[in-house]
């Protein structure tokens, strides 16, 4: 069964803290993404990532950032977390496909983010 | 980005079939049209998509109109387990990247 795990379910931080979230696929694929959802706004993308080491900027990515030093690993940092992140964050993975956009994405369970 | 119209919510009776309708007026011609769902406290699920032509999987059809400016999403035969939120959506990204848009969605509710 295909994969993509989410470091924590829930997570509470404080105002000002350092933030990682993490996500792991095990299903080889070249492309990871990182959404945030909040009622009556839908998911919005934050990052994606189509390489190690490669990144491209989402639709929201103000306050966050990214790293994917291995295939399978994407983590999203919040440098100073601030109340108005509070919110789900979902992390998900698609294979690289050169033809066209004729693929699917796998998502992760979610974490769902408090911050104080 | 091309943009997906869908009705808030729709009801269903158990054991009956469901079209969850979405219009996309503004769609390219190399837009894909991808369905997801998500059921509560979970993360979004594939659940099918398509080019032009009609599409069927284990879960689902998928009904294209032929000016492609709408497509149907159809279960067969809506069980308890299908409540979900289901997100039609089109494709924005470019050639070897993906990436999905997500709207508000159609809240289906299924009644035993």
């Known amino acids: 069964d295909v994969k993509v795990t989410q470091s924590s379910r829930y997570l509470v931080k404080r105002t000002g803290e350092k933030v990682f979230l993490e996500c792991v696929q095990d299903?080889?694929?070249?492309?990871m993404f990182w959404y945030r959802q909040d009622p009556g706004l839908g998911l919005r993308l934050i990052y994606f990532s189509y390489d190690v080491k490669m990144k491209e900027k989402g639709d929201i990515p103000e306050g966050y950032s990214v790293s994917r030093e291995k295939k399978e690993r994407f983590s999203l940092i919040l440098e100073s977390a601030s109340t108005n992140q509070t919110s789900m964050y979902l992390c998900a993975s698609s294979l690289w496909e050169t033809s066209g956009r004729d693929n699917e994405q796998f998502f992760g369970p979610g974490t769902r983010l408090t911050v104080l | 980005d091309a943009k997906t119209t869908q009705p808030n919510s729709m009801e269903s009776n158990e054991e009956e079939p469901v079209h969850l309708p979405c219009n996309h007026s503004t769609i390219s011609g190399t837009d894909y049209i991808h369905w997801y769902r998500q059921l509560p406290s979970q993360g979004p699920e594939y659940v099918i998509h398509g080019l032009t032509s009609n599409v069927n999987n284990r879960m689902a059809s998928l009904a294209i109109a032929e000016d492609r400016k709408s497509s149907t999403l159809i279960l067969h035969r809506a069980t308890l387990r299908d409540a979900a939120v289901y997100y039609c959506?089109?494709?924005?990204?470019?050639?070897?990247?993906?990436?999905?848009?997500f709207g508000k969605g159609t809240k289906l509710s299924v009644i035993p």
């Open positions: 299903m080889d694929h070249e492309n």
């Open positions: 959506i089109l494709d924005g990204s470019g050639a070897g990247s993906y990436q999905l848009t």
